[in-house]
């Protein structure tokens, strides 16, 4: 009876250690004067760390990406999101759609736990579209109630974001 339990524990523990997963390393966002946009995301697998863009192309990675596993929406999931990144290994990508509003339909709506909101009608009409919020990371524009000339600009990106990295451009 023990010979079992123990073969079943040095079975489990050696899939344990052939499973790898797949997880969020960091959400690379490209800053420019009046705009913000998430550039590419890189997700560790074991020891390496490949760079994906949006669409699930690799960019960039330490090693040959044979047992990366990339998973894109089709027509089961909607007809707003066929052909988008659904998810790489644990990190999973969704998007807005009509239940979500009119808006912001086919646009990020999270990546991972990161969360991702963008400015509504409601937040004043100068920065409608763009990217208001990155998990707990907030970005800020100049509005027409800033006393410059600098509307639509970016006031200032302000949060604690673990996966958040940002490119000035």
Not at 48 to 71: P, Q
Request: net charge positive; proline share 2%; hydrophobic share 35%.
């Amino acid at each position: 009876m023990k010979p079992k339990r123990i073969v079943l524990a040095a079975l489990l523990i050696s899939i344990s250690f052939i499973c790898k997963s797949q997880t969020l390393s960091r959400i690379n966002i490209e800053v420019g004067n009046t705009f913000v946009k998430i550039r590419s995301i890189d997700v560790a697998y074991g020891n390496n760390i490949y760079c994906l863009n949006l669409h699930g192309r690799i960019i960039n990675s330490s090693d040959s990406a044979d047992n990366l596993n990339i998973v894109f929406y089709d027509e089961f999931d909607g007809q707003q999101n066929i052909g988008k990144l659904k998810s790489t290994g644990n990190v999973t990508f969704t998007y807005y759609t009509v239940f979500d509003g009119p808006n912001d339909i086919g646009k990020l709506k999270s990546i991972g736990n990161s969360p991702i909101t963008y400015y509504t009608v409601y937040d004043g009409f100068d920065n409608i579209g763009k990217l208001k919020s990155i998990g707990n990371t907030r970005i800020t524009y100049y509005d027409r109630f800033d006393i410059s000339d600098t509307t639509g600009k970016i006031k200032s990106i302000d949060g604690d974001n673990p996966y958040l990295y940002i490119l000035q451009m």
